[in-house]
């Protein structure tokens, strides 16, 4: 707190790891303090009144500032400051890489036409895209001491919590089936470790910024891919003429060229951040239901916040359409409806009542009335069926309540769910006139990203026994005995748990699951290790995911409902524990060795006349 002297006062956020309180006037620019994590306020009182500023969440949504103004009386909060970069929302790249697995097809121009150019489209990938901040204004009387201030505004940054309690949450029934944690010590460990890794991950690399705070990278270690071909391979397919040239791989054998240079694949292509693919907003906000922690409800907020904000389009073409990861946000060509899913935000509105989620799930739920967007495709009937019923939920309208139910009961049939229904395919009177797909889905898109997630919800609330008995009937026709919960890339816990509790006459979907995560193979390590307990195996050479993201959010979104079928914790044959402290146990490398070193550019091979063609920038042809 500085009196007002005739000047100009500053506090500035330019990065998670500095901020700077100055002063200006006329003897110079001075810092007053220059530290890592501002508090996010700013006060100046005189000797009858004071007034305080405050940003919520400045450090983590940097770049920010605070100002005073001594000449006009004028408190400024800068959302971006001036004197700042300038806020760079390009894509990272000008070329579109189909061998890093962006949603590109063979003709890349999109970058041209979509992000600098087009006819109606400069910058459109861009638009809608929104940042939520919270100002508070505090008057009081007189100077008042910096801990006085800093303490209400302590209350601001990171405000009281009402929590209930686990038991209580489970007995409310406004969640998936959630299990007695107290029968699972070890796996209530395993969350609890894994929540830590991504606490872990988002401390160690920085995970923040007005764009990134609430969001997690998507791609750990060794995996992803890329290619390049071969200089003198590439010259022969340039000098091929166009219409007889082929594809890349007819000129010789494709070379892999990634390997990641840290612990995420932050610069390759379609990988980056996660943009709500596997839930992970869902599993943090069952997290805070489940152990009450603080740090875990403010890592679920800013994860609900950044899906309802930066990922979900208010405006523009992609209006009701999310993004998927990418290198930054919106840097991908894939835009769908399953990307903005409610399970992201739904808990954490019920928590606290945000109004603008509030204003957010009317807006883009007024689009899933019939007829007003397109039918949808396989993958948005998530994104839908959890926003009608929220829709519903939140508001008790009839008519979203009558959505919602006909829109589940559309895809109720005799051998169980037609899981991605086709509106297209349905008579006047509603009747299906063709069956030869999407029934009983082992796809991760009905799994995994909500639709499954929302129907269990909307039983829970309703008690529908139609909506159960089918559930039911397509888990018999789903999974046979023996079969692993693991499906591919879809993990079917939350079909066989459901199952499991409603089923009567079939013991299948318990030992299934019971099987699954006690047997040699995956599933033990998924249950009981999807990290290792000591975080000096979170980072580095000796690091691993049991599975890779978003895989391993499918997992463990619905685990607890798994757990909650079986009731207790299984046992686990002792070389299999013995294996888990033997891995805990591993020391780590000295010195890094692998592929993970960083690697010279390999550009300099292509710097060559010849080969501009493939690597100039594209330009629509003249009129």
Excluded at 109 to 134: I, K, L, M, Q
Excluded at 144 to 155: E, L, M, Q
Excluded at 539 to 564: D, H, I, K
């Amino acid at each position: 707190t500085l009196p007002a002297a005739g000047g100009y006062t500053g506090l500035r956020q330019d990065s998670p790891m500095h901020y700077r309180f100055f002063r200006k006037d006329s003897e110079g620019i001075r810092s007053v303090e220059e530290r890592r994590r501002s508090r996010g306020w700013l006060d100046v009182s005189g000797p009858e009144r004071g007034m305080t500023v405050a940003l919520r969440e400045m450090w983590q949504a940097y770049p920010k500032a605070l100002s005073f103004s001594d000449d006009t009386g004028d408190m400024t909060a800068w959302l971006w400051p001036a004197g700042s970069r300038l806020m760079d929302v390009r894509r990272y790249s000008d070329y579109p890489h189909r061998a890093q697995g962006e949603s590109a097809g063979r003709d890349n121009h999109w970058v041209s036409t979509h992000y600098y150019g087009g006819e109606g489209a400069p910058n459109d990938p861009f638009a809608g895209t929104a940042r939520t901040h919270e100002l508070l204004l505090s008057f009081h009387a007189g100077e008042t001491a910096n801990h006085t201030v800093d303490a209400v505004n302590a209350d601001f940054q990171r405000p009281p919590l009402i929590y209930s309690g686990y038991k209580r949450y489970r007995k409310a029934g406004i969640t998936v089936p959630l299990p007695d944690i107290e029968q699972f010590p070890n796996i209530a460990e395993n969350l609890e470790n894994f929540t830590d890794f991504w606490l872990f991950h988002q401390r160690y690399w920085n995970w923040y910024g007005m764009w990134n705070y609430g969001d997690f990278q998507h791609r750990f270690r060794g995996g992803g891919y890329g290619w390049k071909i071969a200089p003198e391979n590439l010259k022969t397919y340039l000098e091929t003429p166009p219409d007889e040239r082929g594809g890349f791989r007819d000129y010789g054998e494709l070379i892999r060229d990634y390997y990641p240079q840290q612990d995420w694949l932050f610069d390759n292509g379609r990988w980056g951040w996660t943009n709500t693919e596997g839930l992970p907003g869902l599993y943090f906000q069952q997290e805070y239901l489940r152990t009450g922690r603080r740090d875990v409800f403010f890592a679920g907020e800013a994860l609900a916040r950044h899906a309802r904000d930066v990922v979900t389009r208010h405006s523009g073409r992609f209006f009701g359409l999310g993004t998927r990861h990418g290198v930054q946000h919106w840097s991908d060509g894939n835009h769908e409806e399953r990307q903005v899913t409610f399970a992201e935000y739904r808990l954490h509105y019920y928590l606290t009542g945000e109004g603008r989620s509030r204003d957010v799930m009317i807006k883009v739920s007024d689009d899933y009335i019939p007829g007003k967007r397109r039918t949808p495709r396989r993958a948005d009937h998530n994104a839908r069926i959890y926003g009608l019923f929220t829709r519903w939920e939140m508001t008790g309208d009839p008519v979203f309540g009558d959505l919602i139910r006909d829109y589940l009961h559309t895809m109720i049939i005799p051998e169980g769910l037609w899981s991605y229904p086709d509106f297209r395919l349905l008579d006047d009177e509603g009747r299906i006139t063709d069956l030869s797909s999407g029934v009983n889905t082992r796809r991760m898109f009905f799994h995994n990203f909500g639709a499954l997630h929302g129907m269990i919800e909307y039983y829970q609330a309703t008690g529908d026994e139609k909506l159960r008995d089918a559930l039911v009937r397509s888990a018999r026709a789903t999974l046979q005995p023996g079969d692993s919960l693991q499906q591919g890339s879809a993990s079917l816990g939350l079909l066989a748990g459901f199952a499991a509790l409603h089923d009567q006459e079939d013991d299948r979907f318990r030992e299934l699951i019971v099987a699954d995560m006690s047997l040699p193979g995956t599933g033990p390590r998924d249950a009981f290790r999807m990290v290792l307990p000591d975080p000096k195996h979170w980072t580095g050479e000796t690091a691993r995911l049991s599975r890779q993201v978003p895989v391993c959010w499918f997992y463990m979104v619905n685990l607890p409902t798994a757990m909650a079928a079986i009731g207790e914790e299984p046992d686990l044959f002792p070389r299999i524990w013995a294996r888990f402290e033997a891995a805990n146990e591993q020391s780590r490398p000295e010195q890094p060795r692998g592929p993970y070193l960083p690697r010279p550019s390999w550009q300099d091979e292509y710097d060559a006349a010849e080969l501009e063609e493939y690597f100039a920038p594209w330009r629509p042809e003249e009129p």
